[in-house]
């Protein structure tokens, strides 16, 4: 069982946008905004999309935001293409025992 | 170009031990914080250890105690020795690159693969 949770599955048809949820404590995400997404094509390393919450790496599209609302940190992808198609896994820091965590990764399928 | 290339995966039985590399190029391992993460087959990721540039280490507690994270500057290679490997420590194992302040994982080597079985 993974520290943060995230839905298995979400879809959406090329265009549409989709929220991807990640729910954590007020020990891990509710207390740091050391939030960061990950895209991971089968096979892939993971690539990373979002850090901070927020903010986004020189070089990932726009149509990718990231925002946190108590212990929720949420990823959007608007403009959906078939290229996004992939698992998606959040992170948040949880502090200086156990540091990381992850949650149990989200499949998008772009329909 | 930033570059991680992870090597030393096999098959192991159980009790038995391992020592993965993580070569880096493009920057300096000693001067950043560097990660292993792991992900069971089918599975998520987990975060597995970390070296600080100050050189502290630290460990999630499902490996506590029978794995180590080192690093060699003069070969700017990243390890992580496993000892008494168990069947749920199967896993492709990816190092990473933190970024200057630890914040997340900017870089992500391509990951290689532990199986532990008899």
């Known amino acids: 069982q993974s520290a943060l949770t995230q839905p298995a599955s979400v879809s959406g048809s090329p265009g549409q946008s989709i929220t991807i949820s990640c729910t954590g404590t007020s020990s891990d995400v509710g207390s740091y905004n050391l939030v960061s997404w990950y895209q991971q094509h089968p096979g892939k390393a993971p690539k990373l999309m979002i850090y901070e919450v927020s903010k986004r790496p020189s070089g990932v599209s726009n149509r990718f935001s990231g925002s946190k609302s108590g212990n929720t940190a949420s990823l959007t992808i608007s403009g959906l293409q078939a290229e996004d198609e992939a698992d998606y896994y959040c992170c948040s820091y949880a502090g200086s025992s156990t540091l990381w965590v992850f949650g149990g990764g989200t499949k998008l399928t772009v329909l | 170009e930033v570059q991680l290339v992870e090597s030393g995966g096999g098959l192991v039985q159980p009790g038995g031990s391992l020592r993965l590399s993580c070569a880096a190029s493009?920057?300096?391992?000693?001067?950043?914080?560097m990660s292993w993460v792991r992900q069971a087959p089918g599975k998520g990721l987990e975060w597995v250890s970390v070296?600080?540039?100050?050189?502290?280490?630290y460990y999630a507690d499902s490996v506590k105690g029978r794995f180590t994270i080192s690093r060699d500057n003069s070969k700017n290679t990243l390890y992580l020795q496993m000892n008494s490997l168990r069947a749920e420590d199967t896993a492709v194992y990816y190092c990473?690159?933190?970024?200057?302040?630890?914040?997340?994982?900017?870089?992500w080597g391509q990951g290689t693969l532990v199986t532990v079985s008899s």
């Open positions: 493009g920057f300096t391992v000693s001067s950043n914080y």
């Open positions: 070296i600080y540039s100050g050189g502290s280490t």
């Open positions: 990473a690159r933190d970024d200057p302040w630890g914040d997340y994982f900017d870089y």
